[in-house]
C-alpha cells in the first residue's frame, strides 16, 4: 500500500496554529537550540512506583489530551501545521539510582535535569512530551516531566498531573487499562482544535482596529537598563519571589475593593510607574501576559493547549492624576482589551506603528 496513505491513517487532525505557537515557531526556527521555551517540572514521589502502571497512565494522559499527541511540521509548507496523530507515546525513561548514595543521586539528578534540558525538541520529529522516572531509595522517586511551551501553557499543569495521578491511582488499585482507555475513546469532550476553530471566526479587523486606536501616538520604548555589567551565565531566566508581608497585603486588599479593581490591576499599575520613572515618561506601554481562557469556546478551563498570549497595556498619568483613578482607568483597559487579547502581539506592533 501507499506509503502517503499508511501515514494519513496514523493522523486524526490538522490544524493551523496559533498566533502566540507561530510566535514560538518563529524562535524555535532562528535557534533550535534556545531552551528558552522548554518547560521542566520535578516532583517527588514518597511511594515507590510501579513501572508498567506508569507507562500505561501516561499513554492514557496522552489519548486524553490531543495537545500531548501534536507534532508541529512546517517544512515544504505554505503555512506551519499542527498534526494530531491518534496515537503516541510520550518518551519515557526509567533510571535506577537506588544503588547511589545521597550525595551521588542529588549530582546525578541535577545533571539529568540539565541534559534533558539542552537536549531540546524538533518539534517535527519528537514526541513533546518526556518523562523520567527516577528511581531513588525504597520507597521513594522522582518523576521529571519535560515538555515543550508550543503545545501547552502553565495552566496545564495541573490539569495534566491531576489526569495523571488519576490514572495511576486507578490502575494501582486494580482498574483495566482496556477499561479505561475504552472510556477515553468514547469520551467527545471538547479539545484545542475547537479553541482554533473560534479563533479563526474572530473579526481581526475589529480587533486591530482597538489595538490601533489604543496604540494611538506611542512611539517610544518602555524597558529596565541594567545599572552594571553583567555577569556571564548559561541561565536564561531567574525567577525573584517577593512578600508583601500580612499588613501591606491588606491593605492593597482594601483598596482594590474600595475601587471595584483587581489586585492585578493594581499591581500593574504599580509596574507602569515605575517603567515611567525609570524611562522619565508620563506614557508606558509593556506587555501584559494573558491566560486565554476567556474565549467563548465550552470546557475551555479543563483544555490542554497554548492558550496564554501577550497584549500591550498602556499606563498614561498627567500631574492631576490620582492613582485611585489611574487603577480604575487601568481596569477599563483591561475589561476592554480582553475582548481581543488573542491578536498577536507581532501584528499589533506591526500595524500599530510602534
Request: aromatic share 10%; net charge negative.
Amino acid at each position: 500500500m501507499n506509503t502517503k496513505n499508511e501515514k494519513a491513517k496514523l493522523i486524526q487532525s490538522i490544524y493551523a496554529l496559533t498566533p502566540l505557537q507561530e510566535g514560538l515557531l518563529y524562535y524555535y526556527l532562528l535557534d533550535p537550540t534556545s531552551t528558552s521555551y522548554i518547560m521542566q517540572s520535578s516532583y517527588n514521589m514518597p511511594i515507590e512506583m510501579c513501572e508498567e502502571k506508569l507507562k500505561e497512565a501516561l499513554e492514557l494522559l496522552t489519548l486524553k489530551y490531543d495537545a500531548l499527541r501534536t507534532t508541529i511540521v512546517y517544512e515544504k509548507l505554505k503555512a506551519p501545521k499542527q498534526v494530531v496523530l491518534k496515537e503516541r507515546s510520550p518518551e519515557f525513561e526509567s533510571i535506577d539510582l537506588r544503588e547511589k548514595d545521597s550525595k551521588q543521586q542529588a549530582d546525578e539528578i541535577r545533571q539529568l535535569i540539565d541534559n534533558d534540558l539542552k537536549r531540546g525538541f524538533d518539534l517535527q520529529k519528537d514526541t513533546l512530551l518526556r518523562v523520567k522516572h527516577i528511581r531513588r531509595d525504597k520507597g521513594s522517586s522522582k518523576l521529571l516531566w519535560t515538555m515543550h511551551h508550543i503545545i501547552v501553557d502553565g495552566w496545564c499543569l495541573s490539569l495534566i498531573m491531576n489526569s495523571f495521578y488519576q490514572f495511576y491511582e486507578a490502575l494501582a488499585n486494580g482498574e483495566s487499562y482496556a477499561v479505561l482507555r475504552e472510556d477515553l475513546l468514547g469520551d467527545t469532550r471538547n479539545e484545542y482544535k475547537s479553541y482554533v476553530k473560534w479563533l479563526e471566526e474572530q473579526d481581526t479587523e475589529a480587533a486591530y482596529t482597538y489595538w490601533d486606536n489604543l496604540l494611538i501616538g506611542y512611539d517610544s520604548d518602555a524597558d529596565v537598563k541594567a545599572m552594571r555589567a553583567c555577569e556571564e551565565t548559561e541561565r536564561k531566566s531567574l525567577v525573584e519571589n517577593v512578600s508583601l508581608g500580612f499588613e501591606l497585603t491588606e491593605k492593597v486588599q482594601e483598596m482594590a475593593v474600595s475601587n471595584d479593581v483587581t489586585i492585578s490591576t493594581i499591581m500593574e499599575t504599580i509596574w507602569g510607574i515605575l517603567l515611567q520613572q525609570l524611562n522619565q515618561t508620563n506614557d508606558v506601554v509593556f506587555g501584559k501576559v494573558v491566560s486565554g481562557r476567556g474565549a467563548n469556546v465550552d470546557e475551555i478551563e479543563e483544555m490542554v493547549g497554548l492558550f496564554i498570549n501577550t497584549i500591550p497595556l498602556r499606563v498614561t498619568i498627567t500631574e492631576q492624576t490620582t492613582f485611585s483613578e489611574l487603577i480604575r482607568e487601568i481596569q477599563n483597559q483591561n475589561n476592554e482589551s480582553s475582548v481581543y487579547d488573542y491578536c498577536s502581539l507581532g501584528e499589533i506592533q506591526e500595524n500599530s506603528f510602534f
